[in-house]
């Protein structure tokens, strides 16, 4: 009896370890934003879709810096001009702990995260407007953990991005649903090894 209350005790313990150790210092993220819809702040936004791939390193607990590469398309109606996007940068996300500053988890298995980025970025559309220059955004986000390493992830987001061309500045509020997958060091290094 006193072997089982044991296990029983080991596994619950393990299983609230695990909910935090894919966060921890020493761990690799890498996913992407598979869906972006925008709703536009400048006349003529509309809808887009992109792909956004990320990877990060968690530099401390809860603390990651990494990099982005962003690419899309947009296209409002049949018959309006298609639109082109492209970043590449580096960002930077800080997931808060459970009862931080008063903000609880709504499920027990995901967390709340802040991400930032900034970069060299742009914007071409078939009618000659475009932008050309610093790409930068921030915004909340949750991440619900579906197995210890794997967590679906939804992102509220500013994006901006100013510089040259016939646009000083466009912006816009984009909802990103997507994955991240969380690597231990020692599993990083092991794939790394096995890949050569």
Do not use: C
């Not at 702040?41 to 810096?65: C, H, M, R, S, W």
């Not at 940068?89 to 802040?114: A, C, I, Q, T």
């Not at 040259?164 to 997958?181: H, Q």
Request: net charge positive; aromatic share 12%.
């Amino acid at each position: 009896m006193k072997k089982l209350i044991l296990t029983g005790i080991l596994a619950v313990a393990g299983l609230t370890t695990t909910a935090n150790a894919q966060i921890q210092k020493g761990n690799w993220m890498v996913g992407s934003s598979l869906i972006s819809s925008n709703f536009g702040l400048n006349t003529g936004g509309g809808y887009n879709i992109q792909i956004q791939p990320k990877g990060a390193y968690f530099i401390e607990d809860n603390v990651a810096v990494g990099g982005y590469v962003d690419l899309g398309f947009a296209k409002v109606t049949n018959g309006s001009p298609t639109e082109f996007n492209y970043g590449v940068g580096g960002l930077g996300r800080y997931y808060l702990s459970p009862g931080e500053k008063g903000v609880d988890n709504l499920l027990n298995h995901g967390r709340w995260f802040f991400e930032a980025n900034a970069g060299l970025g742009g914007r071409s559309v078939e009618n000659g407007n475009s932008t050309t220059g610093f790409d930068f955004g921030v915004g909340p986000g949750y991440s619900y953990f579906i197995t210890p390493n794997i967590g679906l992830e939804g992102l509220v987001k500013y994006r901006g991005q100013t510089g040259f061309g016939n646009e000083g500045l466009n912006s816009n509020i984009t909802f990103n649903v997507g994955f991240s997958i969380f690597i231990p060091t020692a599993k990083a290094k092991q794939i790394a090894n096995e890949a050569r």
